[in-house]
T-cell receptor, first 115, second 111 residues
Framework: EAEVAQSPRYKITEKSQAVAFWCDPI?????LYWYRQILGQGPELLVQ????????DSQLPKDRFSAERLKGVDSTLKIQPAELGDSAMYLC?????????????FGEGSRLTVL | GENVEQHPSTLSVQEGDSAVIKCTYS??????FPWYKQELGKRPQLIID?????GEKKDQRIAVTLNKTAKHFSLHITETQPEDSAVYFC??????????FGTGTRLQVFP
């Protein structure tokens, strides 16, 4: 069964350092999402891509976060500089197409700890 | 924007009993309401979803009801089993765009 792949699974960094997370969606899925899940809370959408284009990044803290999906396939989420409050699980998800009331397939996530 | 509230935050039931989790949403334009189950250390997985043109949907022991007028929807699990223990998230949105998730309900099913 096809799955969304994410790496690294765990990342520990010191504040002010740069971190990057990678996501490879299910093959053929045009829409890719990055969510942040703080412990004890629900996932919060950071950015949504349709192919290589950003369709929603209204909740992305653009002063320190950036995301790209250059070829419309895999994606990278970067944080620079990391802050203590960025400690969370970063979940990538994909779906077949935008606006489809179908399933979001989540990856296993990248857990970030900022010291 | 959309706001989703979920209750209760924790729920403990005896095996075989029923469990009900409730969510309310604020955006009357929301038309898609999925429920995700997240086991400890694992990814969220869709267990059931409902669209705004349907009032109820059932899949074996799981059912979801939607009241568009009151803007609330509920997850019902009957004949609970220990493997149902997990965190359950509701979500609401316009299709899968900008899905807003609730804060989660930790369900514990005791044998």
């Amino acid at each position: 069964e096809a799955e969304v792949a994410q790496s690294p699974r765990y990342k520990i960094t010191e504040k002010s350092q740069a971190v990057a997370f990678w996501c490879d969606p299910i093959s053929g899925h045009a829409t890719l999402y990055w969510y942040r899940q703080i412990l004890g809370q629900g996932p919060e959408l950071l950015v949504q891509f349709q192919d290589e284009s950003v369709v929603d990044d209204s909740q992305l803290p653009k002063d320190r976060f950036s995301a790209e999906r250059l070829k419309g396939v895999d994606s990278t989420l970067k944080i620079q500089p990391a802050e203590l409050g960025d400690s969370a699980m970063y979940l990538c998800a994909s779906s077949l197409k935008r606006g489809n009331t179908g399933e979001l397939f989540f990856g296993e996530g990248s857990r970030l700890t900022v010291l | 924007g959309e706001n989703v509230e979920q209750h209760p935050s924790t729920l403990s039931v005896q095996e075989g009993d029923s469990a009900v989790i409730k969510c309310t949403y604020s955006d009357s334009a929301s038309n898609y309401f999925p429920w995700y189950k997240q086991e400890l250390g694992k990814r969220p997985q869709l267990i059931i979803d409902i669209r705004s043109n349907v009032g109820e949907k059932k899949d074996q022991r799981i059912a979801v009801t939607l009241n568009k007028t009151a803007k609330h929807f509920s997850l019902h699990i009957t004949e609970t089993q220990p493997e149902d223990s997990a965190v359950y998230f509701c979500a609401a949105g316009r299709n899968t765009d900008k899905l807003i998730f609730g804060t989660g309900t930790r369900l514990q099913v005791f044998p």
